[in-house]
């Protein structure tokens, strides 16, 4: 049995969060808050629609559901992520522009920063899609010929794996990354403290596990064994089909692995909990645990949701 299910849940909840720099952002169905500790040691709290494009239309059916929310969230979560950052150093505003910067600023004002969420996330796309489905297909093609057609599927889901944990393990030794880990942990346990029908305080908060089913790293971890179920049937000798196939067919694997992770998060039978293990056991690297300042900000969090949706 998994730290997760020793803490029966009273209270499901479909909230979930984000770590952002120095804080955390919780997401109910409509509204997210974000409290991120600033400059001064307070927590500066701010709420917000959601946005994007929702289960609206046709996404709000299965799988297109799960492509809306996987756009939505590398949107918006990377311009709450920068948000953060602004807010947990002010002084960094007032630091003197490169002469790059200026002639951004003057090019395009006010819009300046959305062009740069959006070039944040395309990048981010480039270099996911590159390092985590380019490289593996480039490699697997090594073994082309002593693996047959069918074979190189499971090679490349091997090798995808092998290189999200070497990158988790390599980032997770940064001085950086582990704050955001350990407020990534602040989150989980918060989510768990209220599902568990507990009193949101930072000494109910801090014994709950910091493992989640509906987590993140989760997800990504069904991406890659989800798209090694998917890739099995979709064979071809040539490796630019290959790579083509690859990265058409990961919008369909996100929400596959969408809807996998949301069955996961409203169930704790045994069948549940033994898919979910694997990601859990992942989350012992992308989560650390938090101090009592954290947890109290994560908690800010959770409630400026619950304020305005009222779980």
Not at 20 to 36: F, L, N, Q, S, T
Not at 226 to 231: D, K, N, R, Y
Not at 283 to 300: C, G, L, R, V
Request: with cysteine; glycine share 10%.
């Amino acid at each position: 049995m998994s730290d997760h299910d020793k803490e029966k849940r009273v209270r499901p909840t479909n909230i979930g969060g984000q770590a952002i720099i120095e804080g955390v952002m919780m997401r109910g169905k409509k509204i997210y808050a974000m409290a991120v500790r600033n400059p001064a040691g307070g927590i500066t709290i701010e709420k917000n629609e959601w946005g994007g494009i929702g289960a609206k239309g046709i996404f709000k059916y299965p799988i297109l559901r799960g492509i809306a929310a996987f756009v939505d969230s590398l949107i918006t979560g990377t311009k709450i992520l920068m948000h953060s950052a602004e807010i947990a150093g002010e002084d960094w505003a007032e630091e003197e522009l490169s002469p790059f910067e200026k002639f951004l600023q003057d090019k395009l004002g006010d819009k300046i920063n959305d062009v740069l969420i959006y070039f944040s996330v395309t990048v981010s796309l480039i270099l996911g899609m590159g390092l985590f489905f380019v490289l593996p297909v480039w490699l697997g093609n090594f073994f082309k010929s002593i693996v047959p057609v069918w074979g190189l599927g499971i090679i490349e889901g091997l090798i995808r794996i092998a290189i999200f944990l070497l990158y988790l393990l390599l980032i997770s030794r940064m001085k950086e990354i582990k704050r955001v880990f350990q407020y990534h942990g602040a989150e989980h346990k918060t989510i768990n403290c209220f599902e568990s029908g507990k009193e949101l305080t930072v000494e109910n908060v801090k014994p709950c596990t910091r493992l989640h089913k509906r987590c993140g790293t989760s997800f990504l971890l069904f991406v890659m064994i989800i798209s090694m179920v998917v890739f099995f049937f979709v064979r071809t000798d040539t490796i630019i089909l290959r790579l083509i196939s690859r990265v058409l067919l990961v919008p369909f694997v996100a929400g596959i692995s969408y809807e996998v992770i949301r069955w996961a998060g409203k169930s704790d039978n045994k069948f549940v909990t033994a898919v979910s293990y694997p990601g859990l056991c992942l989350q012992k690297i992308t989560t650390a645990e938090p101090d009592a300042s954290q947890i109290e900000t994560a908690i800010a969090a959770m409630k400026g949701v619950l304020e305005d949706e009222g779980e």
